[in-house]
């Protein structure tokens, strides 16, 4: 069964590129929450921003 696309190849090579890039940046985010999330907090609760979260 032969499903005809209508997006071309060029597009879709850009579409996974831009997906790879966000989920390598949402990645690293995440590893640095995880690495530095409790100075994080400490640092905001310092200046009385982290319980606007």
Do not use: N
Request: with cysteine; net charge positive.
């Amino acid at each position: 069964m032969k499903i005809a696309s209508h997006i071309p190849a060029s597009a879709l090579a850009k579409l996974a590129l831009g997906l790879a890039v966000l989920a390598a940046a949402s990645g690293i985010a995440f590893a640095s929450w995880v690495d530095k999330g409790a100075a994080i907090f400490m640092a905001m609760a310092e200046t009385g921003l982290a319980w606007c979260f």
